[in-house]
């Protein structure tokens, strides 16, 4: 009965709202946050920015940009972000022998919450997606064979 009479309320509102010629969704609403990533700076096996929290249903867009000027065979990156308690680097050792996917293989498919596929010099690569509704620490990596060993690695925090 009440959700009735809130959805017949909503309903007005929108009618209303349609009729003022405005959007019940603010452009803050519907625009994601833009975080970027730069990835090979000085063709290191490195992320620019490890570290990053981001609100429970957030919606974000990552913007990875390579910086490398070596081949994407012999040393491209990518990203993904897997789900909390993941390992990274059982993820990335599992991934070895995969660059058909590009490092991203189907077996691991329940693991990654959002991705950027393997990039080449000079390369950009994004994905938009809403953040996960439980806080936690999720950790992403450049899967690509060894990066993550040495360190091509890092975590967003989602939390209020
Ligand atoms: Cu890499």
């Not at 625009?31 to 920015?49: C, H, Q, S, W, Y």
């Not at 059982?90 to 058909?100: K, L, P, S, V, Y």
């Not at 690569?125 to 690695?153: I, R, W």
Request: charged content about 15%; aromatic content about 6%; hydrophobic content about 45%.
């Amino acid at each position: 009965m009440l959700s009735s009479m809130k959805s017949k309320f909503l309903t007005a509102m929108s009618t209303i709202a349609v009729l003022a010629g405005v959007s019940l969704l603010t452009a803050a609403e519907t625009e994601p946050r833009v975080i970027k990533i730069r990835t090979g700076m000085d063709n290191a096996m490195k992320f620019d920015l490890t570290s990053l929290t981001v609100a429970p249903g957030e919606t974000v867009k990552i913007v990875v940009t390579n910086a490398c000027t070596l081949p994407k065979t012999v040393m491209g990156h990518n990203w993904v972000l897997l789900q909390p308690g993941s390992d990274a680097t059982a993820f990335a050792n599992g991934a070895t022998g995969d660059a058909a996917t590009g490092y991203m293989p189907a077996k691991f498919k329940d693991k990654v919450v959002a991705s950027v596929g393997l990039l080449g010099p000079n390369e950009s690569g994004e994905v938009t997606f809403q953040a996960p509704a439980t806080p936690g620490d999720y950790p992403f990596l450049c899967s690509f064979p060894a990066h993550c060993m040495v360190g091509m690695k890092g975590v967003i925090s989602v939390k209020r």
